[in-house]
């Protein structure tokens, strides 16, 4: 259908709400119940070094941290870590450019490496290179449009943000390439784990692994060992290692839900896994439903896949929502604005303003607000066409 | 004397000592007796968001953070914060960075800013900067000997890491220059508090501060909220804020010292800054007698001052010792390196090899086993010159 004007047939007294965001907020409610059981004590003399391990590459990785991310990634069956390198970061954001700055030349190149990733590709990639006017790498936009006979590094992101769809690298040059792999979404809460990821780099981080986005902690899984050397040098020079406190909760937060998992009695859907992933199927079906009726705006299609780690088929419950706009609304994010909600518009993810991104992990308050002002949408939709 | 080989007269057979690093072990034994008071319990609920306050500039900044902070310097006077903005980071490594970029003009100028640093200087601003081979600032050397008429900025560090003197800007130049004050070791366990200090941009640290290095938490002091604005917005794309359980923890331990130093009946001695400062005035004290014994190396030499927080007259009691070799000793790193000791040598902090830093901070055993090789030496020379 063509919707007659770029403005939404309502407005929205109340007020704004912020889904621009990935603040994964949703996850509160489990770890409410969790609370006791996870919670950490730290005594005034602990942390005081700034060394973990000086036998490990990542000298500032707490063992007990590495021993937490190896056993999650075993016993969700997501990422193989056997024979490879972990190396942490203050997010995944620090091991971006970490990994960046170790796949790029040591000397000073004569241009800086072309990095690309598929749009819509995640909207922070390109600010966080641009920052650094770096002449070791530089941002350059579209992989899928990607046609210079020059060094690159492709990112690949799966499940995609902003439109969690699931990708392989897709750059077709003739010059050299490395891949670098952002899996931040690649959980069964978000989407069916088919397979054990085995790239040369790999990016998780905890945010949106378990929702604590406030420890910042990421993590590279790395098959070089001279890679995970360097990226280690980047976070040194950079922060010279990550928190400890949040390092101890991590480990200690990994390590509960995986006893859980390896308890003999528990039940799927009260652990952490089965539990978000019922939160989201949920909002996603109302979502849906509030999307359809609109009339304005449709919803990326995602197929039904078998989850080797819930030993059932589902389809993705993507972080975000992907809406396109129908034809007569030109800009997704002002379109939003009117509705006094908060989104990403197209643009900073390489696509036209005709897409718009809203969070799916916020408040349930935001979310609850959201399908109210969509629901306004659909109802003067009917009321015109009747 | 002029020493008569470039070898010392000893060899050992003793495992290596690293007094290399400034990791502030010497802090744990008041952390141990203080350590219940100081424990911290975080619940497995806390710190999902990556918000902490968004009505402040820095808005991953936990509010009860930045009244610590305050806090802090207002109770032991050593800089001015009012009516100035908190920017943090994690280690006041990140914050340095920041600072230079938001020093910087937006637009990649036609030559990258200068970063100059009066010689002997800390020798880690040199590969923090060079790593990221950025358009917008590079390091350009000592500021003792910086003649371009271009723009720069000066960092000034007081007490001087790695010789502890106090020191003012000294660049002569025509062009446009801003400065940047790291005063990580601006404390009164290591230097008399004389004056608050009040510059424009103040970098300060948990590491040096408390002696929390693990923790990783830096903050800034700075006068115009648009180089905060610029300053928050590097560590957004850096790392998207700073661990939380790291905040929470500094701004307890910051409570701690500030509620002793509060209380009516304490003993100045067995609060933080005293208690600190006795043990490393003992260790200063052996230290000079054991080098002045060796005959083979100097130490810089520390007038006396008043200390505003402690009420008392006292020498500087720098971090790191900072030896100069006597003649004849040409390499100072690799004189310490055949006694095992690992040491800083000179050249990375703008110097000749006939300089040397060591650590005076570290654990108890490594400074005793120092003094015990350092006593070897001298009993050597006292047997050559009977």
Redesign the interface.
Known sequence: MVVSKASPPVTCSDSTINLE?G???V??KY??K???????????????????DTSNVCWYMLPELKGAIQRLHHVVGNAVTQDKYIVI???S??LF?AAL?ALSPSQ?PDHPFNVVSAAPHYS?YK??ID??????VQWAGDAGVYDKNEPYIEVVNYPNNPDGTIRGPVVKSAAKGNLVHDLAYYWPQYTPITHQADHDVMLFTF?KCT???????GWAIVKDIEIAKKMT??VH??????????Q??AAK?MG?ICDDYQKFESIESELFFGYCKNILRERWEKLKGAIEKSKVFTLTKYSRAYCNFANESFETYPTFAWLKCEEGIENGESYMGKLKIRARGGPGFGVGPNYVRLTMIGMDDDFNELLKRLSMLSAIQISNSS
């Open positions: 965001k603040d994964p907020l996850f509160g770890w409410k969790k609370s006791d059981e996870c919670s950490v004590v730290i005594q005034g003399w602990e942390f005081l070094s700034y060394l973990s970061g203050t997010g954001t620090q450019m700055f000073t922070e600010p966080e920052v650094l006017r770096s002449a070791v945010s929702g604590h986005a406030g420890s910042r902690i040098r980047f020079l950079g922060s010279h290692g990550v928190a400890k406190e949040s101890a909760r937060i509960a």
